[in-house]
C-alpha cells in the first residue's frame, strides 16, 4: 500500500461542529455578560440619562414638526428614544471590541483564531454573540421605558427585532474592525472616544436632521454620511413597522464592508499572529 493510499482524506467541517463552535463562543460571551452585571447597568444608565434628566430639558427648547414615520405630534422623549437603542447598540460592540483586545493580551483570541475552522465563521460568531448580548439590553431599555408611558405600537416590538440584528451587526462589525489595529488595551480608551461620541452625536438620534441642516449645512452632511444615522432611522421607522429602505442598503452595505475588513484585518499573515507576543510586543 502506498504512502498516498494511507493519507487521510481531507474532508470539510460538519453541520454539528459548527454549531458546536458556535454554541461555545455564544455561550461564552453569555456567561462573561451574566458574571459582569456593572456592564448591564452601565448599558442601561447611559440611555436612561438622556431619557429622563436630558430629555426634560430639551422638551421645553427643541421643537420637533411631524416627520416620518410619526403621523402626529410626538414628545422629545418619544424622538430620542429609537436614537437610544441604537446607542445601546454602539457601546455594547465597542465594549465587545474591547474584550477582544483584552482576550488578545491574554492570549485566548490567538488561541481561537489558529483553531482549524475558518476564520471568518469563527469572527462571525462573536460578532453574533456580542449582537444577542445588545439585543437583551435594548429590550431591558424598552421595558423601562414602557413604565414611563413612552411605548410604541404593540407590534412595533416584533417589527423592531430584524432592524435591531442588523443594526447590532454592523456597529458589532465596525468594532471588531477597530479592535484589530488596536496592538495595547491601554490604547482602546483613546480610539474609543474618537468613534463613539462623534458618530452618536453626529446624528439624528438626538435631533432631526432637517434641524442639522438648518443651522450647518456642513454637519448636515457630516450625519447624513454617517452608517450610525442610518442605523437610528432603520430602527426607528422598524419601531413604528415601517420600512427606510435607503437606511437598510446603508446598514447592510456597511455591515458588509466592515465585516469584510475586519477578517482581513485579522488575517494570520499581517494580523493577530503577526504582531508578535501578547500585549503588541515583537
Not at 218 to 242: D, K, S, W
Amino acid at each position: 500500500m502506498t504512502s498516498a493510499a494511507m493519507t487521510p482524506i481531507q474532508r470539510g467541517f460538519s453541520l454539528a461542529e459548527y454549531l458546536t463552535c458556535l454554541n461555545g463562543i455564544v455561550w461564552r460571551e453569555a456567561l462573561r455578560f451574566l458574571h459582569q452585571r456593572e456592564r448591564f447597568i452601565s448599558a442601561l444608565v447611559r440611555p436612561l440619562v438622556w431619557l429622563f434628566i436630558f430629555a426634560a430639558g430639551f422638551r421645553q427648547v427643541l421643537g420637533l414638526s411631524i416627520i416620518p414615520p410619526y403621523e402626529t405630534y410626538i414628545l422629545y422623549e418619544v424622538y430620542i428614544a429609537p436614537g437610544l437603542m441604537a446607542m445601546i447598540q454602539l457601546f455594547n460592540g465597542m465594549q465587545s471590541s474591547l474584550s477582544m483586545v483584552y482576550d488578545r493580551e491574554m492570549g485566548n483570541m490567538r488561541t481561537l483564531l489558529v483553531s482549524p475552522l475558518p476564520r471568518w465563521f469563527l469572527l462571525s460568531c462573536k460578532l453574533l454573540a456580542g449582537t444577542a448580548v445588545s439585543l437583551l439590553q435594548v429590550y431591558a431599555f424598552l421595558l423601562i421605558a414602557w413604565f414611563w408611558d413612552i411605548a410604541a405600537p404593540p407590534t412595533g416590538y416584533l417589527t423592531v427585532l430584524p432592524a435591531l440584528v442588523l443594526s447590532g451587526l454592523m456597529l458589532g462589525a465596525l468594532g471588531m474592525l477597530i479592535s484589530s489595529g488596536i496592538k495595547q488595551l491601554e490604547n482602546f480608551a483613546g480610539v474609543m472616544n474618537f468613534v463613539i461620541f462623534p458618530m452618536f452625536f453626529a446624528s439624528s438620534a438626538l435631533y432631526p436632521l432637517w434641524r442639522i441642516l438648518e443651522s450647518s449645512p456642513m454637519l448636515y452632511y457630516v450625519c447624513l454620511f454617517n452608517p450610525f444615522t442610518h442605523a437610528v432611522e432603520l430602527i426607528r421607522f422598524a419601531l413604528y413597522g415601517q420600512m427606510n429602505w435607503i437606511a437598510l442598503a446603508v446598514v447592510g452595505g456597511c455591515t458588509i464592508a466592515f465585516m469584510i475588513g475586519a477578517i482581513l484585518a485579522y488575517d494570520p499573515s499581517r494580523g493577530l499572529i503577526r504582531r508578535g507576543p501578547a500585549g503588541g510586543e515583537t
